[in-house]
């Protein structure tokens, strides 16, 4: 059933739309959460990997808080035929004069990945294009990939277009947008709705954003030992 000012994308089917109403169950506990988004995860990679050439190597980002469930799902789904390499961003996310910014202050990235064919940028939810604009940025000068993914299970309505702007047209020509919903309201406080459940970080298992509390992701600990 489609919810208020919810629409889905054609990537959306059944199991991917039981997943997205898991995340704002008012009853949901941490486990089923994060279970929830490490099954999206697998179903945005499963498209991606229809998409991507077999045999590209492809580099996987995304932010600490969505390392170990979203962003494992893609890398597992993608590594069956595609040699894949993980990077992860620490982005203190804050906003200052109403504007949004996410300065990186730790990162982690596998080495190798400036051979990589395909980035894929991967985050819960795309509200506004601070983080993923900054991730990006942060990889342009290093890899020359031919397809720039970016990847979430629910983006806002004006999210893509905003990204798009912030870029030349050389570079955002190569953006591909998966996504399964798109959301056209926001509370008082800019939370998306009905978005993934508002602030998740309790339910990701971890207190605050990992920027600000040195949370080390599972993801980084098993790739850095590679």
Known sequence: MQQASRKYSDFADALARRALDKL??????????????????????????????????????????????????????????HDTLAAVFWNNHYSINGSNIAPIVHHFIQPGFESAKAIIFVKSIISTSCVVRTNILSLLESVKADDIYIVAPVIYIDAEQALKAEFPASI????????????????????????????????????????RTGYLPNLVKKRACL
């Open 24 to 81: 704002i169950a008012s009853t949901q506990s941490p486990s089923e959460y994060q279970a929830a988004m490490l099954e999206l995860g697998h179903q945005l990679g499963g498209i991606l990997r229809r998409q991507i050439p077999r045999g590209h190597q492809c580099l996987v980002v995304s932010t600490a808080e969505d390392a170990d469930y979203l962003s494992t799902g893609v890398i597992e789904s993608l590594e069956a035929d």
């Open 172 to 211: 955002s020509e190569r953006f591909r947008f998966v996504y399964f919903a798109v959301d056209e309201e926001r509370t008082t406080t800019g939370n998306v709705v009905p978005g993934i459940g508002g602030q998740v970080y309790q339910l990701l298992g971890m207190a605050d954003q990992p920027a």
